[in-house]
């Protein structure tokens, strides 16, 4: 099992990089969090049409959402 590494370790790390190699690094990670969160996304209208299939969730107007919203 591999050891966790603190935040704080991980910038004092970045910090001693070039900037370049800074700038790449943030461009990587940008990248990986919109592939992350575009997964999300994908599981979760996959996980809402699943439930509208097996009628465990029904269609809703817009006001009607509104009004449970903010109850």
Same mark, same amino acid.
């Given at each position: 099992?591999? #050891?966790?590494? =603190?935040?704080?370790?991980?910038? #004092? *790390? @970045?910090? /001693?990089? +070039?900037?370049?190699? /800074? /700038?790449?690094?943030?461009? $990587?990670? /940008?990248?990986?969090?919109?592939?992350?969160?575009? !997964? !999300? &996304?994908? %599981? #979760? @209208?996959? %996980?809402?049409?699943?439930?509208?299939?097996?009628?465990?969730?029904? +269609? &809703?107007? $817009?006001?009607? =959402?509104? *009004?449970? &919203?903010? %109850?």
């Amino acid at each position: 099992m591999s #050891e966790r590494v =603190l935040f704080g370790d991980v910038l #004092e *790390t @970045i910090d /001693q990089l +070039p900037l370049e190699d /800074q /700038q790449a690094l943030a461009e $990587v990670l /940008q990248r990986r969090i919109i592939e992350r969160r575009r !997964e !999300e &996304i994908l %599981s #979760e @209208i996959l %996980s809402a049409r699943n439930e509208y299939k097996n009628g465990s969730s029904k +269609p &809703i107007d $817009v006001d009607d =959402l509104m *009004t449970e &919203i903010l %109850s």
